[in-house]
């Protein structure tokens, strides 16, 4: 049983190999994934600062020379990866943390610079109204968020150009306490905040373009632009 | 719970691959030490008696019976006796057409299942080895002079074949040949591990001897040949396996038959298991006792694990896609290969190194079935198949297990 009692030993180690192999990597594409967070949060950053810099150069100059462009293209694709990252870590994780409160302070200054120019210049050509929504994770705070996520990510993916600040009510953030402050939103979620004006509850795929003008526009440009292909092909 | 599982089935195949490779390492060792010695002609022919139990099986039985008269052994040596288990069909008729075969005897008695057949014919028979046939398989033309040899050894009391799905068609056949194939190398692995608890209706051959030690065939919860195996192993005895010795079986073709006769498989190793639990984690039983019988019955509860936890996951999927039609409609945007969203977790890495393993004892295995290729349409619907549809008679056979509902043949 000597030769055999070995062979236990040996697969005992191997096995034990394998798996330590297999958390190192794990752990090893995850950090991966959280530094190319850090990375678009970085870039996002530039891209504020960037737009803020040269908002401030052209104040003083007309607004015309401020194109669709001044808002961060990668908030959107930040939002979803941090999502994803934060369901496979679990919300409880220190890092997902830290990388949520910066990713709702970048949102934060993305829908400062966007009021600014709207102030200034008004809402550029091309550039939708934004939203700001807040919801929770925490059982029971939150029935219709879940619906509501559904909504809201359906509306980015039919129109890549409308941005969605999205803030989880309860994160611990000075910042954050203080834009709830400003516009007096009460736990009552999932909340909405559109052009100055709260809508608390569930709003459907239906009452969301209701309250978004702006994307049937998008909807009768899109169609008009169909029909023309056709007739062309014709 | 899910990495416990993960990694007790990992470490019972490394430990396979480990033993599999050990055996491979001592049998080129040998084959250098004897030269050709291996490749001279048997000159060891001890008398043989296969015992073909049949019921209701006027289709195959003649075919079963031809193979046998084909075989490559000195005429002299080798009696078939062929049992009537109470037929209701031709099946007797059919057999007249063999009455005036010096080497067949025809044995008629009433219904009582297939270990009562064979009790029958082991009260005629006196030669020194014994064996067993289903009348729905065949053997190869040199299958027997493949396992005598193996009898040489005075300590080897049963030597098993290897089995080999007949004429495969559809998938459900084809997925058993791949299953079978995965069989023949387990059956080779737990050879050398002295380990072998099941002596298969195809074509087992024992010492007469082994029956008047320690009694004959019992019913055994229909599955006779599990039981007279672990019997064997509780007493001691040795168990080969002659893995160049081929027989052809033929399997379900339908999806009922298949769970069927699985129901019965797994419904006998849960209540033998039971009837022979003092083996389990013993070590005066060697490796059977400490790995294979335990690992058996882990095999049982970890795909009922997997399966449990496969099936939440994805009815909970289902209902969060569910809901979320239900709320903004069905919508087909583009497919996200970023790889940003690649799974790469734990259990992705434990199940490709365990996915690895298995493909490499698929490929070995059909090399030792005589495959050409390493892999093959059936490798790949075992691998898929399997696991789908085993927890459905394993969780009815627990079931049956816990409230004691016996399974039957057919």
């Known amino acids: 049983m000597t030769t055999g009692f070995k062979k236990y030993i040996y697969a005992f180690f191997i096995t034990t190999a394998i798996f330590i192999t297999a958390i190192f990597l794990s752990n090893y594409f995850s950090q991966k994934r959280l530094n190319e967070i850090k990375n678009i949060e970085s870039r996002i950053a530039i891209d504020i600062l960037a737009s803020e810099t040269q908002f401030a150069l052209l104040e003083e100059l007309s607004c015309g020379d401020i194109g669709n462009t001044f808002l961060s293209k990668e908030l959107n694709e930040l939002g979803e990866k941090l999502s994803y990252t934060e369901e496979n870590r679990g919300s409880d994780d220190l890092e997902v943390l830290n990388l949520k409160r910066y990713y709702s302070l970048l949102q934060i200054k993305d829908f400062l610079l966007y009021q600014k120019v709207k102030q200034r210049c008004g809402v550029p050509k091309g550039v939708l109204s934004p939203i700001i929504y807040f919801y929770s994770n925490e059982d029971g705070e939150c029935d219709d968020c879940e619906k509501e996520g559904f909504v809201l990510t359906r509306l980015r993916e039919e129109y890549p150009e409308f941005r969605v600040y999205s803030f989880d009510y309860n994160l611990d953030l000075g910042a954050l306490a203080t834009l709830i402050n400003i516009y007096g939103i009460e736990k009552d979620l999932p909340a909405i905040l559109l052009n100055d004006r709260l809508y608390y509850g569930f709003r459907s795929l239906d009452e969301m373009k209701t309250l978004l003008p702006e994307l049937k526009k998008i909807d009768a440009a899109r169609l008009k632009e169909a029909g023309k292909a056709t007739s062309t092909k014709q | ?410």
């Open chain 2, 1 to 410: 719970m899910t990495y416990i599982f993960l990694f007790i089935a990992l470490y019972f195949e490394v430990f396979l691959l480990i033993n599999y490779f050990e055996l491979v390492d001592n049998e080129n060792k040998l084959e250098v030490g004897n030269g050709d010695k291996a490749k001279i002609a048997p000159d060891f022919f001890p008398s043989v008696s296969i015992i073909v139990p049949v019921w209701n099986e006027e289709r195959t039985v003649s075919k079963t019976i031809f193979s046998l008269l084909n075989l490559d052994y000195p005429k002299d040596k080798l009696s078939i006796l062929v049992v009537d288990d109470g037929s209701t069909d031709n099946t007797w008729q059919v057999l007249q057409g063999f009455a005036m075969d010096s080497r067949i005897k025809l044995l008629s008695k009433q219904n009582g299942g297939k270990h009562s057949a064979l009790n029958y014919a082991l009260e005629f028979i006196n030669s020194d080895l014994v064996g067993c046939l289903d009348a729905d398989s065949y053997v190869s033309k040199n299958a027997l002079l493949k396992i005598t040899p193996h009898f040489k050894e005075e300590e080897m009391m049963a030597v098993t074949p290897s089995i080999i799905v007949f004429e495969p068609k559809g998938i459900l056949q084809m997925m058993q040949k791949a299953e079978y194939m995965f069989g023949i190398f387990l059956r080779r692995v737990f050879s050398h591990l002295g380990a072998i608890y099941i002596t298969p209706g195809p074509f087992s051959i024992f010492r007469r001897s082994v029956f008047n030690q320690i009694g004959e065939y019992r019913h055994a919860h229909n599955t006779e040949d599990m039981e007279i195996g672990m019997r064997m192993q509780k007493n001691g005895m040795k168990i080969g396996n002659a893995h160049d010795a081929y027989v052809y079986t033929s399997t379900p073709s339908s999806i009922r038959a298949l769970y069927k006769q699985r129901l019965r498989w797994v419904y006998g190793f849960i209540r033998n298991a039971f009837d022979y639990k003092d083996m389990f984690f013993k070590p005066q039983y060697g490796h059977l006792g400490v790995a294979i019988l335990p690992a058996a019955g882990f095999s049982i509860v970890s795909t009922m694990y997997i399966f449990g936890s496969n099936i939440i996951d994805l009815g909970s999927s289902l209902f969060t896609k569910i809901k979320e039609i239900y709320t903004v409609g069905l919508y087909f945007g583009d497919l996200n290969l970023d790889l940003f969203y690649f799974d790469t977790s734990i259990i992705l890495f434990i199940s490709l190194t365990t996915i690895l393993g298995t493909l490499y004892i698929i490929a070995t295995s059909r090399k030792l079935a005589g495959e050409k290729g390493k892999f093959g349409l059936d490798s790949l619907l075992f691998i898929i198949l399997y696991t789908i549809i085993a927890p459905f008679w394993m969780s009815r056979a627990i079931f049956n297990a816990v409230f004691a509902r016996e399974t039957k043949w057919r």
